[in-house]
């Protein structure tokens, strides 16, 4: 791939999600950005050097001929340093540029100027992430909704249609609101089709998809959907003082994704409960903007002026 027009470069910034991925380009003389968001599974195979090089071939057709001085990717999936790792080199094996592979939890601080602070996602999947220094990266949670993710919108799912199990099993009735709004979204033609038609979804997005029902439920004054957004509250909360407890000395964890910064009462349990577990150590934020200003702000990080004119010269 080569980019040789001797104009001013861009750095490239990428958040790759669990659904959709944001890309965005920032000319390093103020010019305008460009930015594409597309489906990740049109792109991702989840093979790291076939999805390095056709994320290469997508920034090199935004790219349009004008030179890349920088790139950082933020990957849902990549869940731990050795991933970020592997996935770094797979780019580094195509291209000369100075670039980084982090998870994608760590650009909502990074968004922030908050280096080394704790990002927590709730989205399509959960996790909370912290890089206390270059070197060591924190991990907690990130297992995939049919064992972990909680505070996921697939997760959500599960936990509601637990919750319904064990109301059924204690006598309950089907006029609960959780019950209705479960039973309608998911198509559930009885009672003891509960947990197949859960278990027959294939993906953790079509799981995730019917979320909103737990949340509606609520509202509509359910007991059994307030207790499954307060206990994904807490489990997202308690990630973070999981990380605390191993060293993150963070003072501050953000929490984003599509779920959290949706739904107000998930909100407000993570961040009573964090506020709560941790005394007040670490202060809660919601992140509502673009983690893709996270791996922007990595990408211009990592120019200097040597490596700079090298990168404008081939990519």
Do not use: Y
């Not at 094996?93 to 990002?119: C, F, K, S």
């Not at 599960?158 to 309950?172: N, P």
Request: aromatic share 4%.
């Amino acid at each position: 791939m080569t980019l040789s027009n001797p104009m001013p470069g861009m750095i490239v910034g990428i958040d790759i999600g669990g659904t959709k991925t944001h890309l965005r380009m920032e000319p390093l003389d103020g010019g305008p950005m460009r930015e594409q968001v597309l489906p990740t599974k049109e792109w991702r195979v989840r093979d790291w050097d076939r999805d390095a090089q056709r994320l290469l071939e997508i920034v090199t057709a935004m790219a349009d001929s004008t030179p890349i001085a920088a790139l950082a990717v933020g990957a849902h999936g990549c869940d731990d340093a050795e991933e970020c790792e592997t996935f770094q080199r797979a780019f580094a094996a195509l291209t000369a540029i100075p670039l980084q592979v982090v998870n994608d939890a760590e650009l909502m601080p990074l968004a922030l100027g908050l280096t080394g602070q704790i990002g927590v996602v709730a989205g399509t999947g959960s996790i909370a992430v912290c890089r206390p220094r270059p070197d060591r990266m924190l991990v907690a949670g990130g297992w995939g909704w049919i064992v972990g993710d909680e505070g996921s919108a697939p997760a959500f799912v599960r936990e509601a249609v637990r919750a319904i199990a064990h109301h059924f099993d204690a006598g309950g009735g089907r006029d609960e609101p959780l019950v209705v709004a479960i039973f309608e979204a998911l198509q559930v033609p009885s009672i003891p089709r509960l947990g197949s038609a859960l278990s027959d979804m294939r993906s953790a997005a079509e799981v995730g998809r019917h979320a909103s029902a737990v949340f509606e439920a609520a509202e509509a004054g359910s007991v059994l959907a307030a207790g499954v957004i307060r206990a994904g509250g807490r489990a997202l909360a308690e990630l973070a003082a999981l990380l605390s407890s191993r060293g993150a000395g963070a003072s501050h964890a953000i929490a984003g994704g599509a779920v959290i910064a949706a739904q107000p009462r998930l909100w407000q349990a993570f961040a009573e409960t964090l506020t709560e577990i941790t005394a007040g150590r670490i202060a809660p934020h919601l992140f509502t903007g673009k983690p893709v200003e996270g791996a922007c702000r990595l990408a211009a990080s990592l120019l200097t002026p040597q490596s700079a004119t090298a990168a404008l010269s081939r990519f």
